[in-house]
């Protein structure tokens, strides 16, 4: 029932809220819902490995369009005004990585983060933004050893932080492409295993850089 009620309030050709005899134009953001989808084009991960010595950044993976990192985003947002838009997106991430001991493992989970945009180029129908974001999300890790995957997954809680800058091209007044280049430094707060001291640690992070693509029904 739910892709259902999705699909018909995409197709809707005007919201309740709207005046009728009002249109909007190419652009218009202000009192809007924007219901929106994107994919991960392309994306580069580094380690991040806090040490005595200072922290370090190291090359992990690079990829296009799910090649060693395959991602998807949704979401809402409500603008505001014609400069200011808030929102939630979650995403859908599924990653080859390798745990402290070099094993390799396949992490799957997601996230949800609030964000903000500012927009520029007020009566245009291309819109750069840049944008604001935090959120957390939770992510499973299979590890595979000894010839076989683990049946019991490790878990991880991750907080992140991003920016990111872009343009919402419209098509029409109500669909518009959605071009951006993304930064988030993404926290990892494992179990700890091993030794007599249980809890959680605050082990490593990542910096993912991506280049997203999608579409945004604007209502």
């Known amino acids: 029932m739910v892709p259902v009620a999705l699909l018909a309030l995409w197709m809707t050709v005007a919201p309740p809220w709207r005046p009728a005899g009002q249109p909007p134009h190419e652009g218009d953001t202000a ?8 994919i991960e ?42 400069h200011w838009l808030i929102g939630a997106r979650g995403d859908v991430v599924v990653f080859p990585d390798r745990d402290a001991a070099g094993d390799p493992t396949l992490s799957r989970g997601g996230s949800f983060s ?11 129908s291309v819109r750069p933004y840049i944008m604001a974001r935090a959120g957390i999300g939770a992510f499973a890790s299979f590890r595979h050893t000894d010839g076989a995957w683990e049946s019991r997954p490790r878990r991880v809680i991750v907080p992140s932080v991003g920016l990111g800058v872009g343009t ?52």
Request: charged share 20%; no cysteine; net charge positive.
């Open 168 to 219: 919402h091209a419209f098509i029409t007044e109500d669909l518009a492409f959605d071009f951006g280049i993304t930064l988030d430094h993404r926290f990892n707060i494992r179990q700890r295993y091993g030794g007599s001291v249980g809890g959680v640690v605050l082990s490593d992070g990542k910096l993912v850089a991506a280049l997203v693509v999608g579409f945004s029904r604007w209502f």
């Open 114 to 124: 609030p964000f903000v945009e500012l927009l520029f180029l007020r009566s245009r």
């Open 31 to 38: 009192r809007r819902l924007r219901l929106f989808i994107d």
């Open 41 to 82: 084009a392309a994306h580069w991960v580094g380690a991040v490995n806090p040490s005595t010595k200072g922290t370090t950044i190291e090359h992990e993976a690079v990829g296009v369009f799910g090649r060693s990192r395959a991602a998807i985003g949704f979401g809402l947002g409500w603008g505001l005004s014609e």
